[in-house]
């Protein structure tokens, strides 16, 4: 018994309650740095070194290759090397593989590595013209409607009333795409990552014999970063169950940031609440990682949220003090790039690897701007989860397209209307599409270099096509070939689960964190606020959080600081960005003209009809009802109710505000 003690050596109070509590259900809420990865592989192996598991009968789950594989070795080096660690996909997997030919008598089928080519095949069946981007919104959506139980024929009435949109596609013609995404699978013989999952939930659904064959095989569960289980998943797990409640939960409802994506935050709130209220709630609060002055910062991002995240844990860094979290704005985007690039040298001189520094921001295409800025201090960078501005495929077809234009002489005299023109053969517009996902990412990348020609325009009247081509490439020569042993440029999505020495959490305005294709629902604005959260999580001792007020040099300054800073700006900060708030939403105790918002809901149904598309893509009930209270007389007076952003003000501002004037 006391080799078994020992590996409890070492583990803080609550890790120590995690470890010994063996028997189930627990749910632990790991906070951000907290040791969580510690406190299941030592519960694992302390109930393997006390009797009470049995190696082989213990299957731990998790999200990534990555998170299995650094589990089974900790396990390994505890004296448990014969638990099985796995992600959902390779634990359902194996046993698909192995009860197949039972069940159906053949052998089973070949996986897809990719859905692309067969979701391009099943857009051209049904009629929709699809480029690379939409092509992958409407693989994404494909994974989106399996995992979440949505069948096809159920998809458009679902994506509506979930809000869901993929591009400019109608929801009925989604639908259609997936419907004929299965019979094409069906046709080849084929099946996907999702089906692995499905078929293994039929064969213990349907199978008797077989679920309970699965059920003595293993009788212990733990399951990593359960706030990212999505309902597929869940639903597997209940079946390996099979009503027994011998599983342990983690997870930390303030980094569930892929809902977007499948993942439920209410399964990981529902353990405890709905479906096993009896379970005790362990919290890991001790976080390992920060200095106070992170932690501090870190917890005030939900402080007095209310009852939507009871769930998270208050941290309490075991560091100590470090720097003050770094609050900095900035007159311009460039301004602001160039300041981090020089902070990252002056660190690296202080003795900082450059590989534990990160400059994190909300989307792909704002990378541009760091990489240039880097890349002209010649210090190294590496982009995770991205590709370079210039090797982006949109990015590298519109170079050529430009500079195509160029040498054949051709140009109006006006640059941007020249750019606009060469662009428009990529389907390129100055009204952004609505929602996101590659199609936005793509038109972010499209615009960003429409935005380049303008600023060269200002700063070189007499600029043409072929300035612009030579800017773009001295761009692309200043951002040099990214290094495995430098910066890491990085979203925030594709941070979640690193930490650095140094975090740069960039471009913190409104309009961008929270991103403007997300503000006209709450749900997705508090997604945006975990986004940050995970974001100034991942520093250990330096971090700063800076804006800037207008996207180039020179421009007007109308950006403000991102609402999520509003509790942790210092005074001298705070008074001086005197932000206009906008009209926070829901109200529902809002007093509004009801027959106004008759009105413009009717004119909405117009708009949506002539569009083709929800009504809730326009302007939500919400939306409308503030401005049927504050009556807006002006752009920017509309400007300030939530869910009114500049692409939409431009689109339909003007009839909004003809209706109000009329009223």
Same mark, same amino acid.
């Given at each position: 018994?006391?080799?078994?003690?020992?590996?409890?050596?070492?583990?803080?109070?609550?890790?120590?309650? @995690?470890a010994t509590?063996?028997?189930?259900?627990?749910?632990?809420?790991?906070?951000?740095?907290?040791?969580?990865?510690?406190?299941?592989?030592?519960?694992?192996?302390?109930?393997?070194?006390?009797?009470?598991?049995?190696?082989?009968?213990?299957?731990?789950?998790?999200?990534?290759?990555? !998170?299995?594989?650094?589990?089974?070795?900790?396990?390994?080096?505890?004296?448990? /090397? /014969?638990?099985?660690?796995?992600?959902f996909?390779?634990?359902?997997?194996?046993?698909?593989?192995?009860?197949?030919?039972?069940?159906?008598?053949?052998?089973?089928?070949?996986?897809?590595?990719?859905?692309?080519?067969?979701?391009?095949?099943?857009?051209?069946?049904?009629? $929709?013209?699809?480029?690379?981007?939409?092509?992958?919104?409407?693989?994404?959506?494909?994974?989106?409607?399996?995992?979440?139980?949505?069948?096809?024929?159920?998809? /458009?009435?679902?994506?509506?009333?979930?809000?869901?949109? +993929?591009?400019?596609?109608?929801?009925?013609?989604?639908?259609?795409?997936?419907? =004929?995404?299965?019979?094409?699978?069906?046709?080849?013989?084929?099946?996907?990552?999702?089906?692995?999952?499905?078929?293994?939930?039929?064969?213990?659904?349907?199978?008797?014999?077989?679920?309970?064959? @699965?059920?003595?095989?293993?009788?212990?569960?733990?399951?990593?970063?359960?706030?990212? $289980?999505?309902?597929?998943?869940?639903?597997?797990?209940?079946?390996?169950?099979?009503?027994?409640?011998?599983?342990?939960?983690?997870?930390?409802?303030r980094?569930?940031?892929?809902?977007?994506?499948?993942?439920?935050?209410?399964?990981?709130?529902?353990? #405890?609440?709905?479906?096993?209220?009896?379970?005790?709630?362990?919290?890991?609060?001790?976080?390992?990682?920060?200095?106070?002055?992170?932690?501090?910062? &870190?917890?005030?991002?939900?402080?007095?949220?209310?009852?939507?995240?009871?769930?998270?844990?208050?941290?309490?860094?075991?560091?100590?003090?470090?720097?003050?979290?770094?609050y900095?704005?900035? =007159?311009?985007e460039?301004?602001?790039?160039?300041?981090?690039?020089?902070?990252? @040298?002056?660190?690296?001189?202080?003795?900082?690897?450059?590989?534990?520094?990160? $400059?994190?921001?909300?989307?792909?295409?704002?990378?541009?701007?760091?990489?240039?800025?880097?890349?002209?201090?010649?210090?190294?960078?590496?982009?995770?989860?991205?590709?370079?501005?210039?090797?982006?495929?949109?990015?590298?077809?519109?170079?050529?397209?430009?500079? /195509? *234009?160029?040498?054949?002489?051709?140009g *109006?005299?006006?640059?941007?209307?020249?750019?606009?023109? +060469?662009?428009?053969?990529?389907?390129?517009?100055?009204?952004?599409?609505?929602?996101?996902?590659? $199609?936005?990412?793509?038109?972010? *990348?499209?615009?960003a270099?429409?935005?380049?020609?303008?600023?060269?325009?200002?700063?070189?009247?007499?600029?043409?096509?072929?300035?612009?081509?030579?800017?773009?490439?001295?761009?692309?020569?200043?951002?040099?070939?990214?290094?495995?042993?430098?910066? #890491?440029?990085? #979203?925030?999505?594709?941070?979640?689960?690193?930490?650095?020495?140094?975090?740069? +959490?960039?471009?913190?305005?409104?309009?961008?964190?929270?991103?403007?294709?997300?503000?006209?629902?709450?749900? &997705?604005?508090?997604?945006?606020?975990?986004?940050?959260?995970?974001?100034?999580?991942?520093?250990?001792?330096?971090?700063?959080?800076?804006?800037?007020?207008?996207?180039?040099?020179?421009?007007?300054?109308r950006?403000?600081? *991102?609402?999520?800073?509003?509790?942790?700006?210092?005074e001298?900060?705070q008074?001086?960005r005197?932000?206009?708030?906008?009209?926070?939403?829901?109200?529902?105790?809002?007093?509004?003209?009801? !027959?106004?918002?008759?009105?413009?809901?009717?004119?909405?149904?117009?708009?949506?009809?002539?569009?083709?598309?929800?009504?809730?893509?326009?302007?939500?009930?919400? #939306?409308?009802?503030?401005i049927?209270?504050?009556?807006?007389?002006?752009?920017?007076?509309?400007?300030? @109710?939530?869910? +009114?952003?500049?692409?939409?003000?431009?689109?339909?501002g003007?009839?909004?505000? !003809?209706?109000?004037a009329?009223?």
């Amino acid at each position: 018994m006391s080799d078994a003690d020992d590996l409890l050596n070492g583990l803080d109070p609550e890790q120590r309650e @995690v470890a010994t509590t063996l028997r189930g259900p627990v749910c632990v809420i790991a906070g951000a740095g907290t040791g969580k990865t510690r406190a299941l592989t030592h519960r694992i192996a302390y109930g393997t070194a006390t009797g009470v598991y049995k190696p082989t009968e213990v299957l731990a789950v998790t999200f990534t290759v990555k !998170a299995a594989g650094e589990m089974r070795e900790r396990l390994r080096t505890l004296g448990a /090397g /014969g638990v099985q660690a796995r992600t959902f996909h390779s634990a359902a997997l194996r046993q698909a593989r192995y009860f197949w030919p039972r069940v159906y008598g053949t052998e089973f089928p070949q996986i897809l590595e990719s859905k692309f080519a067969f979701v391009a095949e099943a857009a051209r069946q049904v009629g $929709v013209r699809a480029d690379q981007a939409l092509l992958r919104d409407l693989s994404a959506e494909v994974e989106w409607a399996k995992v979440s139980n949505v069948r096809p024929d159920d998809y /458009g009435a679902e994506a509506v009333r979930r809000q869901r949109t +993929v591009g400019d596609i109608d929801p009925g013609e989604v639908g259609a795409v997936l419907r =004929a995404y299965e019979q094409v699978k069906r046709d080849r013989g084929r099946i996907d990552m999702e089906d692995i999952l499905l078929i293994t939930a039929a064969i213990l659904a349907d199978e008797q014999a077989i679920a309970a064959e @699965v059920r003595r095989q293993y009788r212990w569960f733990v399951v990593d970063e359960f706030q990212d $289980v999505n309902p597929l998943q869940s639903t597997l797990l209940d079946l390996w169950l099979g009503g027994r409640d011998e599983v342990c939960v983690v997870g930390d409802p303030r980094q569930t940031i892929y809902t977007f994506a499948g993942a439920s935050a209410t399964i990981l709130g529902d353990f #405890t609440t709905r479906r096993f209220p009896d379970a005790p709630r362990i919290e890991l609060v001790r976080n390992y990682r920060s200095t106070p002055q992170i932690v501090a910062a &870190a917890n005030e991002v939900f402080a007095g949220r209310g009852p939507s995240v009871t769930l998270g844990v208050r941290l309490q860094s075991q560091n100590s003090p470090g720097p003050a979290v770094d609050y900095r704005p900035f =007159a311009d985007e460039p301004a602001e790039a160039d300041a981090i690039a020089d902070r990252i @040298v002056a660190l690296h001189r202080q003795g900082v690897p450059y590989r534990e520094m990160a $400059v994190l921001y909300r989307i792909n295409a704002q990378s541009e701007v760091y990489e240039e800025a880097l890349g002209r201090l010649q210090v190294p960078y590496s982009l995770r989860g991205g590709t370079g501005f210039f090797q982006r495929p949109e990015v590298r077809q519109a170079v050529t397209l430009l500079r /195509g *234009s160029a040498h054949a002489g051709e140009g *109006s005299g006006s640059l941007a209307d020249d750019v606009r023109a +060469v662009l428009a053969a990529m389907d390129y517009s100055e009204t952004p599409p609505e929602g996101r996902g590659a $199609v936005r990412d793509r038109w972010e *990348s499209l615009q960003a270099i429409h935005t380049m020609a303008v600023d060269l325009a200002q700063e070189q009247p007499q600029a043409d096509l072929a300035a612009l081509v030579a800017d773009l490439d001295r761009r692309a020569d200043q951002a040099h070939a990214p290094s495995t042993d430098g910066v #890491t440029l990085s #979203t925030f999505h594709a941070a979640k689960g690193l930490e650095w020495d140094a975090v740069f +959490v960039a471009g913190a305005q409104e309009g961008t964190l929270p991103y403007v294709a997300t503000m006209d629902e709450p749900a &997705a604005i508090e997604e945006e606020r975990r986004l940050f959260y995970v974001g100034i999580t991942r520093a250990r001792r330096h971090l700063m959080v800076s804006w800037s007020a207008a996207r180039k040099a020179g421009g007007q300054a109308r950006r403000k600081p *991102s609402r999520f800073l509003d509790r942790l700006l210092p005074e001298d900060v705070q008074v001086s960005r005197a932000p206009k708030r906008k009209v926070r939403l829901p109200q529902p105790d809002l007093d509004y003209d009801e !027959a106004l918002f008759e009105r413009l809901r009717a004119w909405r149904k117009e708009i949506s009809q002539e569009e083709s598309k929800p009504a809730f893509t326009v302007f939500n009930d919400a #939306t409308l009802k503030a401005i049927a209270a504050i009556r807006p007389s002006s752009g920017d007076q509309l400007l300030q @109710v939530s869910g +009114v952003g500049q692409s939409k003000l431009e689109k339909y501002g003007d009839g909004v505000l !003809a209706i109000v004037a009329d009223s």
